[in-house]
């Protein structure tokens, strides 16, 4: 078949999106690609700072809302496109290059299988050192479209995917514990084990100083007491030597 195996350009983007992406911009084509954006809904994992990890699920953003991504934490990030994909073709998914440069890394699947209709789940995850902000409607991913030798039957022909699913949040909630949460800990206890010898130190010390105040008193008081003792003993009369007569 003409064409098949072949990436649309952005001549057929155009041409073919309307029907397939909802809602559509012609300024979302991006040389053979389409950009899609955040979703109404994100799943961020609950870090060391979160106050009950056990309490964190998908959050509802309203319109552009921003939220960050830690260091060191996971994430699904719901698009706000609905995107159909047709029989006779496959889909491609990554991140623009300027939020993978941040750090931000695509760990879900790269394809979206023919005949798949509905929102997408990125999942993600921050590699750098510092949050990554993001907010509601931003264009951030990127989808190719590459045709297939044939319409195939064998597609997903399942109902239309909105939503973040639960269960997929559930297998991964609970505290993720990051490389910059594990070195902020680490640093914690060698402070608390610091604050702790100092506070011995000066505990000794402070001890150190009563004994040696307590010793100066009872050395100044037995040198007292000796003294009034020399100064209390009676005084012998002095012996005169009688010479004998002559």
Known sequence: MDGAGYFWSGETLGERLPDLIEPFSADRIDCAAYTLAVGPEVYVSPSDQSVDPAQVTV????AEEA???????????LSEEEVSVPADSIAFISIRARIKFRGLVNVSGFHVDPGYRGQLTFAVFNAGPVPIHLRRGQAIFL????RLDRETKF?????????????????????????????KKIKDQEKSLSDRIHAIEREQNY?????????????ALSVNWLKDSLAAKPQQPAVQSQEPPK
Do not use: C, M, N
């Not at 959050?59 to 309203?62: A, G, I, Q, T, V």
């Not at 989808?143 to 590459?146: D, N, S, V």
């Not at 269960?167 to 594990?182: C, I, K």
């Open 143 to 146: 989808i190719w479209f590459a």
């Open 207 to 219: 001890y150190r100083g009563i004994a040696a105040l307590v010793l100066a008193i009872v050395i």
């Open 155 to 183: 597609k997903k022909d399942g109902p239309v995917h909105r939503g973040i699913d639960i269960d997929v949040v559930t297998s991964v909630a609970g505290e993720l514990q990051s490389f910059a949460g594990l070195s």
């Open 59 to 62: 959050r509802r953003l309203s």
């Open 67 to 77: 939220f960050t991504i830690p260091p060191g934490q996971f994430a699904f990030l």
